[in-house]
């Protein structure tokens, strides 16, 4: 079984290519994924310089690809649901280089805006569930106010 599930920030933006033979497009970014550790061991850590989070490569495909370099952007917090992928290739230098990724299959938007306005705000805005922007993707999260919450 290889299955991925990941949360996390983006450390850039993501780069929209396509391939030669196809011309399939794909996007590529990282996400910063935090270790889940207790407040007092990531003070400790960040005092030694150490990392508190998890930095993977993320690689998306097809319309998903084409949605994720519109709509997120650096810091901006988003759900992967995806499979392992690994591969060497050899470098310009003639040294062998490994690479794990994670090929997301399935992306959601936890908070995002299209990049051609301004910075959205937290929650779903000025969206509209039917268009045809979000192919492939599901509605963004919503923080809860401590009013709704059940428990």
């Known amino acids: 079984m290889n ?6 920030r983006l450390i850039k933006d993501p780069e929209l290519r396509y391939t030669q033979n196809s011309n399939s497009g794909y996007a590529r970014f990282t996400i910063a994924v935090d270790k889940g550790m207790s407040k ?41 649901q995806g499979r392992l992928q690994s591969g060497s290739y050899t470098a ?11 090929w997301a299959e399935r992306v959601q938007f936890i908070d995002w805006s299209d990049r051609t306005q301004k910075p959205a705000t937290q929650g779903f805005g ?24 059940p428990f």
């Open 3 to 8: 299955s991925v599930i990941l949360i996390g």
């Open 40 to 80: 007092e061991k990531k003070q400790e850590m960040e005092a030694k310089g150490q990392a508190t989070a998890d930095f993977i490569n993320i690689v998306v495909w097809g319309k998903q690809a084409e949605n994720c370099q519109k709509f997120l952007q650096k810091g901006k917090n988003v759900a992967i």
């Open 92 to 102: 310009s230098d003639g040294t062998r280089r490994f690479v794990t990724e994670v």
């Open 126 to 149: 000025s969206f509209d569930s039917n268009s045809s922007d979000t192919n492939g993707f599901d509605l963004p999260f919503q923080d809860a106010q401590d009013e709704e919450l």
